[in-house]
């Protein structure tokens, strides 16, 4: 049940106030993908000034002050200002909206400024959108420039530079503790460590592993 106080409105609902009469307008907050249930909560749509945000049950997840909110996948939310996108994941402001396009994809959280691409960590980091291609590879990120690929961390600090044609991470570990990788060197793949020391030569056509052992395959001639 919609309630009036001095002017402004909330919600009661069985007796309970469920939103505080601080808001100009209420309505449901239905996605074109989860439909009217979000992660199994009714939301609903708050307005100020002409500006939106949502609450729940119990507070205000997203303050109203944006002009759109989409949903992107669990507690993350796309927020717009005029035609720029930001990111909203957890209740907090991760990406303000600066940003052309965002896409959530196996690849990451992919951000967009006119033909560059950049991406946002796991940790809320962003790295921004300075490549022509950009990937994760848990628990690094692939970018690519001109063709090439390299690697980043989170606060993009170079590892390798461009120099592949493509690289991933394997679920390999040196007598550190760290990551190896397998990058594709002209056709054909191989594996190297941080010191970028092959420990399998780019002679192959396929590699893979599997429960610590690496599988390398290569064509007959």
Excluded at 175 to 183: H, I
Aim: charged fraction near 30%; aromatic fraction near 14%; glycine fraction near 6%.
């Amino acid at each position: 049940m919609i309630v009036i106080k001095n002017g402004f409105k909330g919600i009661c609902l069985y007796g309970k106030e469920i939103i505080p009469p601080k808001y100009d307008r209420i309505e449901h907050y239905e996605d074109e993908i989860f439909g009217l249930f979000i992660d199994g909560k009714i939301l609903y749509k708050v307005f100020i000034d002409g500006k939106i945000g949502l609450h729940d049950y119990k507070e205000e997840i997203i303050p109203p002050k944006y002009d759109r909110i989409k949903s992107l996948c669990s507690n993350i939310y796309k927020i717009y200002i005029k035609d720029k996108v930001g990111l909203y994941r957890n209740k907090k402001e991760i990406v303000p909206p600066i940003y052309d396009e965002i896409t959530c994809e196996y690849r990451g959280n992919i951000i967009r400024s006119g033909e560059f691409y950049g991406l946002v960590t796991e940790n809320n980091k962003i790295i921004e959108p300075l490549y022509d291609d950009i990937k994760t590879i848990f628990p690094f990120y692939a970018f690519c420039q001109s063709g090439k690929w390299g690697v980043l961390d989170e606060n993009s600090n170079v590892i390798f530079k461009t120099q592949f044609q493509d690289v991933d991470s394997i679920d390999i570990v040196d007598d550190k503790d760290r990551s190896l990788f397998k990058v594709k060197i002209d056709e054909y793949w191989g594996v190297i460590n941080w010191e970028e020391k092959f420990i399998v030569p780019a002679i192959y056509d396929y590699i893979s592993t599997d429960e610590g052992i690496i599988y390398t395959r290569k064509a007959a001639l």
